[in-house]
Nanobody, 117 residues
Framework: QVQLVESGGGLVQPGGSLRLSCAAS????????MGWYRQAPGKQRELVAT???????IYADSVKGRFYIFRDNAKNTIYLQMNSLKPEDTAVYLC???????????WGQGTQVTVSS
């Protein structure tokens, strides 16, 4: 079965940095499009960044220039490097895997990021 496990979340001060990881298993990782989404309390889940199987990236305007998504196919892992963090970045960050051929997608459980002084 496909499993996605996020890690790296925690408490950080404004202006600080974190790197999130999403380790995938049970799938042919290299053919999947991958992404990071986030959901704050009382708000709708929103796109943060995506990376296709070919390495093409898309970023939400709110994180462009601060966050960077990349993948390591040899480790079946994607990462989200988060710099210059702001309190409004506080949310549960979720990993997503999508097979563009079959149309099947999967979600991880999420990791909490809290930006506060």
């Amino acid at each position: 079965q496909v499993q996605l496990v996020e890690s790296g979340g925690g408490l950080v001060q404004p202006g600080g940095s974190l790197r999130l990881s999403c380790a995938a298993s049970g799938m042919i990782f290299s053919i999947y499009d991958m992404g990071w989404y986030r959901q704050a309390p009382g708000k709708q889940r929103e796109l943060v960044a995506t990376i296709t199987s070919g390495g093409r990236t898309i970023y939400a305007d709110s994180v462009k220039g601060r966050f960077y998504i990349f993948r390591d196919n040899a480790k079946n892992t994607i990462y989200l490097q988060m710099n210059s963090l702001k309190p409004e970045d506080t949310a549960v960050y979720l990993c997503n895997a999508f097979d563009p051929k079959s149309g099947i997608g999967y979600w991880g459980q999420g990791t909490q990021v809290t930006v506060s002084s």
